[in-house]
T-cell receptor, first 111, second 115 residues
């Protein structure tokens, strides 16, 4: 059974801080890892990672995958209050389109 | 595109009643997923369809839950009879089927409360 573990469970920082969120996984026939941001409503897609060592970047957010050590990190620099959300990590295997989600990291950014 | 549409957005019902949640995927997407989210268990996949066919329903909690996808633009998740422990937010998501994987787009969710 595929497994995804995220850490920390929750995090409180102040605006301007840099945060690193962690995602480790165990999956048979890994295909990809995805990061989602969930505010008050539905998760919204951030990144998909398939190859080790290649950083994906979008503004202040970036992510990288290590397929040897089976983990990914999501970095947010110069955090803003609008970054407050639950960040979800999910993995996909070659069996199909289904995703296995981790429990999420709840980030709160204080002014 | 309107995105994934779910209805109702909120549902409050009494234990023992039947509940039907509805989903309209994004036009052109041929994979549809039903998830349940609770504080205790996080986001769990219940069932998913490819081309209207159920592929994996191993996440469906028990026989009280059933899902159908009669056509490419509509799916239902039914709980009969409902129980208080079914209270959760139920999300529907859709994507294109393919390799590499296409990301899933989530609907706004249905918040179900069973009293």
């Amino acid at each position: 059974e595929d497994k995804v573990v995220q850490s920390p469970l929750s995090l409180v920082v102040h605006e301007g801080d840099t945060v690193t969120l962690n995602c480790s996984y165990e999956v048979t026939n890994f295909r990809s890892l995805l990061w989602y941001k969930q505010e008050k409503k539905a998760p919204t897609f951030l990144f998909m990672l398939t190859s080790s060592g290649i950083e994906k970047k979008s503004g202040r957010l970036s992510s990288i995958l290590d397929k040897k050590e089976l983990f990914s990190i999501l970095n947010i620099t110069a955090t803003q209050t609008g970054d407050s959300a639950i960040y979800l990590c999910a993995v996909n295997n070659n069996a199909g389109n289904m995703l296995t989600f981790g429990g999420g990291t709840r980030l709160m950014v204080k002014p | 595109d309107a995105g994934v549409i779910q209805s109702p957005r909120h549902e409050v019902t009494e234990m023992g009643q039947e509940v039907t949640l509805r989903c309209k995927p994004i036009s052109g997407h041929n994979s549809l997923f039903w998830y349940r989210q609770t504080m205790m268990r996080g986001l769990e996949l219940l069932i998913y369809f490819n081309n209207n066919v159920p592929i994996d329903d191993s996440g469906m909690p028990e026989d009280r839950f059933s899902a159908k996808m009669p056509n490419a633009s509509f799916s239902t998740l039914k709980i009969q009879p409902s129980e208080p422990r079914d209270s959760a937010v139920y999300f529907c998501a859709s994507s294109q089927q393919g390799n590499p994987l296409y990301e899933q787009y989530f609907g706004p969710g249905t918040r179900l409360t069973v009293t």
